[in-house]
């Protein structure tokens, strides 16, 4: 495990953090790991400000990515796939034609709520809230809301499926 600018609140026991994990915590910013947290190889989270909270029993995949501005919340039990994605900021630009450099950012908190399952590769955009036992299927991208119990699948993802 590697930290970067080691900082935040790790807590948690029984955590469990896999070789080649990348944490970085800007000053200000805050990690916050539950109990049985379990984080994959190559796993990467970094927090430039706000507050990552990764609830109890949460299984990050392999070489998942999460980067937070404002904030990204991971409720009980729920799992992200290998290669999953969760950021919750866009970059911002006026002119198609101008290169995107460091720009200024559009940042909303992102929500993954109880037991939702995040499949291999999916991408979770900014804003986005994903309700408690909700299935995101792999390479998915995330736009919108996805309701509790709910199946999505596609780019962008699209309903597949509301049993719950």
């Keep these: 495990m ?9 807590r948690g026991r029984d955590v469990v953090v896999s070789r080649g994990v990348r944490l970085s915590v800007a000053p200000g910013a ?16 970094v927090v430039n400000s706000g507050r990552v909270e990764l609830g109890p029993g949460v299984r990050i995949g392999e070489r998942c990515t999460i980067v937070a501005h404002s904030g990204v919340t991971i409720a009980a039990g729920a799992q992200l796939g290998e ?17 995107i450099r460091t720009q200024p950012l559009a940042s909303e908190p992102v929500t993954i709520g109880e037991s939702a399952r995040i499949g291999m590769g999916a991408s979770i955009l900014s804003g ?12 998915a991208v995330v736009t919108r809301d996805v309701a509790p119990g709910t199946s999505v699948g596609g780019v962008p993802a699209r309903v597949v499926d509301e049993s719950a």
């Design 83 to 99: 290669g999953a994605v969760v950021v919750d900021f866009n970059h911002v630009f006026d002119d198609v034609e101008t290169p």
């Design 128 to 139: 986005v809230s994903i309700g408690a036992g909700a299935i995101v299927g792999p390479n």
């Design 2 to 10: 590697r930290f970067a600018r080691p900082r935040g609140i790790l």
């Design 30 to 45: 805050q990690l916050v790991l539950g109990d049985g947290v379990v984080i994959g190889e190559r796993a990467r989270m």
